[in-house]
């Protein structure tokens, strides 16, 4: 069965840094691209980084400069270094994973998220 389990949220404080890992099993495409989303209570899913498979990152405008997305391609993890956290990064975290298909199909996996709350 194929998952996506994150961990690594909490509660921190503002300023604080925390680091999210997100480990895919029971896939049998290629992963290709490996990405964070957030959702904060009332607003819409956002992008927080993407790593694509030869390691090129991207990441939303809100978080360049304190967070840092990594991947171990061997053990299918993907991390997200959170560093001078603010407020405004609660939000439970997804991690997603982008898959190509034996037909050249793309297929998405969503994990079931994991909390962030940091207090000011």
């Known amino acids: 069965q194929a998952q996506l389990v994150e961990s690594g949220g909490g509660l921190v404080q503002a300023g604080g840094s925390l680091r999210l890992s997100c480990v895919a099993s029971?896939?049998?495409?290629?992963?290709?691209?490996m990405a964070w989303y957030r959702q904060a209570p009332g607003k819409q899913r956002e992008l927080v980084a993407v790593i694509t498979s030869g390691g090129s990152t991207n990441y939303g405008d809100s978080v360049k400069g304190r967070f840092t997305i990594s991947r171990d391609k061997p053990k299918n993890t993907v991390y997200l270094q959170m560093n001078g956290l603010k407020s405004e990064d609660t939000a439970v975290y997804y991690c997603?994973?982008?898959?190509?298909?034996?037909?050249?199909?793309?297929?998405?996996?969503w994990g079931q998220g994991t909390q962030v709350t940091v207090s000011s």
């Open positions: 997603n994973a982008d898959a190509v298909t034996f037909s050249g199909r793309r297929v998405e996996y």
């Open positions: 029971g896939i049998r495409f290629s992963i290709d691209d």
